[in-house]
């Protein structure tokens, strides 16, 4: 079964810091991954994806990820921090079958100006 | 496009009442799916279809009934509410055999 694991609940970092949200998965085969963002009392709102080719992904807002298949991880990344990025992270994974899309528990963070 | 639209936005129901939670897409997917939203628990799938006509259960279905008679809308039926019902609701969709899921604005239910 496809399973995520977002190991931090919060991350806090300073305006202008690089920061990092985590996200390690299982999957049989070769996975989907994405990462999705929620403001306060909004829906889900797409970021990236990996899918296949180079390991570095980017996606809006100036945020990239990183596939790591040896470490079976996808971490979230952006090089500085906007107080405007503060929100719920998701990360979620789905194998290349037409499967259900498998969410993490979600990581929030603050960006502190 | 409209998208993935949700309907109603708020909705407060007294513990046995049912209810239907509305779900539409103009976007031709053919993949839908139910999830509720719980702090600390991420989102956790209730049932999916992969077309009009075909449904399946996911991770959390007990108490919800789904059914798909067209590719553009995939209601979500409570069929007794329970307090443990009470949950931030979002429907989703996606082209079969593509890849972004795209997500309403969510539906936010109370049972009392």
């Known amino acids: 079964a496809q399973s995520v694991a977002q190991p931090e609940d919060q991350v806090n970092v300073a305006e202008g810091n690089p920061l990092t949200v985590k996200c390690t998965y299982s999957v049989s085969g070769n996975p989907y991954l994405f990462w999705y963002v929620q403001y306060p009392n909004r829906g889900l709102q797409f970021l990236l994806k990996y899918i296949t080719g180079d390991n570095l992904v980017k996606g809006s807002y100036g945020f990239e990820a990183e596939f790591n298949k040896s470490q079976t991880s996808f971490h979230l990344k952006k090089p500085s921090a906007l107080v405007s990025d503060s929100a719920l992270y998701f990360c979620a994974v789905r194998d290349t079958r037409n499967t259900p899309l498998v969410f993490g528990k979600g990581t929030r963070l603050s960006v502190i100006a | 496009n409209a998208g993935v639209t949700q309907t109603p936005k708020f909705q407060v129901l007294k513990t046995g009442q049912s209810m239907t939670l509305q779900c539409a897409q103009d976007m031709n997917h053919e993949y839908m799916s139910w999830y509720r939203q719980d702090p600390g628990m991420g989102l956790r799938l209730i049932h999916y279809?992969?077309?009009?006509?075909?449904?399946d259960q996911g991770e959390v279905p007990n108490g919800y009934n789904v059914s798909r008679s067209t590719t553009e809308d995939f209601p979500l039926r409570l069929l007794s509410a329970a307090p443990s019902q009470t949950s931030v609701y979002f429907c989703?969709?996606?082209?079969?055999?593509?890849?972004?899921?795209?997500f309403g604005p969510g539906t936010r239910l109370t049972v009392l």
């Open positions: 989703a969709s996606r082209v079969s055999a593509g890849d972004t899921q795209y």
């Open positions: 279809s992969v077309g009009a006509g075909i449904t």
